[in-house]
C-alpha cells in the first residue's frame, strides 16, 4: 500500500464502496489500450497482464517452481479492488501469468479488499497469511488515514492443490483485533517465520504522538497467536499529515529475517523503505538496531523476500509510477516488479544487495564502450556495468550516465568519486562506504524502469516516460575521463509482446 491507496479510499468514501469503485472499474477496463504497443512498458521486469499492481506478496518456492504473488486491480489501471495476483516461474526470470488467487469475499472479513501478506509451509501445506478490510464500525476501525473507516484483519488461507491456484480461507480472523489498549493508526502485512516449533510474526502498526512499530506475535498452529510485544518502535519525524506513514507513525510491510548470520528488518514509511540490521534475542525476542539505510533511493516500495531453495535471501520490491494518475489510468497499466534481489549484510552490519545472477541468462553478446566524447548509442533492453575500481579500471573517479529520447535528455546519473555523490535528477546521496562488496556500476534499461546499483550496498530505481508508439530504444551517452570502459550486454525480452509470459 502506498500514498494512492489512501488517496481512493478517500475519493470513494464509506458509503460509496464497493458499489462505486465496480462502476469505475468497469467503465476503464471497457477502453483497455493495446498494451503491446506501448514502449514504456517493460520488457524485462515482471508486469501484472494489465491493469494496477503494487506489493509482492508471499514469494514462495512449491513443488519446482517460484510462484509470486502480488497486489492487483484486475479491472483498472488505477488503486482498488485489491486482488492477489498469482504467477509461476522456474528460475524468477521467465514468469507465466496464473489466475487471480485471491479475491475479496462479499460481507465477509475480506470483504473491502485483500490486502499484503506472506506465505508459508505448514505441516506440508502452503499457507497464506494476509490483511483482509472490511467496513467496520468507529469503534473496530484501524486504518484512520482518510474518509473511509475500514478494520483490518489478519486471515489465513490454505492452498487446495500443488498449482497454489486455488485457496481455502479460514472462516475466522487469525489476529481479530489490535493489542488492547493501542489506538493503532494501522494493523496490516504479516510476517510469519519458524523458531523451533513455534511460529513468530510482526505485523506493521504504529500510534500517533509515538511512532510506527512491528507488533510481535507467538503460535504453535499459525491459527491461535498471542501477542507479546512490539519487535522494534521507531518516532515521529516531526511532519504533519493526515496519513500516518508519511509521518513514520505507521510502518507498513515488515520484513524480518537472518541471512549468513544475522538479522535484518524491512519497513516501508515515509515513502521509502528502510532497512535495519542488529542483534536479535531469541529468548527474549527482542530485536536490537545496530545500523540502519535506504534500501533503495528511488521509485521502490513494499518489498517481500523469501529465503530461495539455495539458501539465499532473494527480494522482490513494486517499482511506481512517477507520472499522474490519468495518464496511468489511460495507459491501462500501472506498475511493475522489480528484479529479483540477493540481500546480504557485511561483517559491520551493511545490507549487500546485487541483481539475482539469474537476470545474466537474458544477455546477449557483451560490447564494450569506452568512455570519450562521442555520439549516444541505443540500445532497447540492456545491462551497463562499469568497475569502479581505482585507479586502472576507473580513471578520474567520475562518470555519468545519460539516457535520451531524440535529443531530450530524460534522466542522468552521475558517479563521482572525489565528491563523494551519486547523483540522478534531484536526488543526491553520498557513495557507500569503502570496500565494496562488488566494486561496479550496474544498470538495467527497460522501457520507462531503469534500476541502478552501485557498490553492491546502493540501489535506484528510476521511471523515465519518453518513448512514443512507434519508438523503442533509448539514447544512451556515457562521459567520463578517457580510459573507462563500459561492458554492455543487450537483453532478451522475457515477453514476444509486453503482455504474456
Known sequence: MFLDRRRFVAALGLAAGTA???????????????LAQDPNRPELHFVAPHNWMNDPNGPIWWKGKYHLFYQ?????????????GHAVSTDMVHWRHQPIALAPTPGWHDGDGCFSGSAVVHNGVPTLIYTGIQAAPPELVTIHDSGAKYRETQLLATAVDDTLGSWKKLPDPVVALPPAGMAVTGFRDPCPWQEGDAWYMVVGSGERGKGGCALLYRSTDL????????????????????????????????DFFEVNGQHCLLYSAEGKVFWNTGDYDIQQHTFTVKRQGLLDRG????????????????????????????????????GAMSLPRVLTIGAQGQLEIAVAAEAARLRGPEEKIAVQ????????????RQELRL????PGGKVTVGLSVNGARLCELT??????????????????????PRPALHIFLDGSVI??????????????????????????????????VFHLWPLAAISPDRLTT
Open 415 to 436: 558517479v563521482d568519486v572525489p565528491g563523494n555523490a551519486i547523483r540522478c535528477g534531484g536526488t543526491t546521496f553520498p557513495l557507500p562506504a569503502l570496500p565494496y
Open 20 to 34: 462505486l469503485a465496480s462502476r469505475r472499474v468497469r467503465a476503464l477496463a471497457a477502453s483497455t489500450p493495446d
Open 223 to 254: 491459527r491461535h497467536w498471542d501477542y507479546l510485544h512490539p519487535l522494534a518502535s521507531g518516532k515521529p519525524n516531526g511532519l504533519h499529515s493526515d496519513d500516518p506513514n508519511q509521518t513514520g507513525e505507521m510502518w507498513e510491510c515488515p
Open 391 to 394: 585507479p586502472v579500471e576507473f
Open 72 to 84: 492487483m486491480n484486475p479491472g483498472a489501471a488505477v488503486w482498488g479492488d485489491m486482488h492477489w
Open 451 to 484: 534500476e541502478s546499483f552501485i557498490g553492491g550496498r546502493e540501489a535506484l530505481t528510476s521511471r523515465v516516460y519518453g518513448l512514443k508508439p512507434g519508438e523503442t530504444e533509448l539514447e544512451v551517452a556515457v562521459s567520463g575521463q578517457r580510459g573507462s
Open 373 to 384: 566524447p562521442s555520439a549516444p548509442f541505443r540500445r532497447k533492453l540492456a545491462t551497463l
Open 299 to 334: 521509485a521502490f516500495y513494499a518489498p517481500k523476500s523469501f529465503r530461495a531453495p539455495d539458501g539465499r535471501r532473494i527480494l522482490w520490491g513494486w517499482i511506481q509510477e512517477r507520472r499522474p494518475e490519468a495518464e496511468f489510468a489511460a495507459a491501462g497499466w500501472s
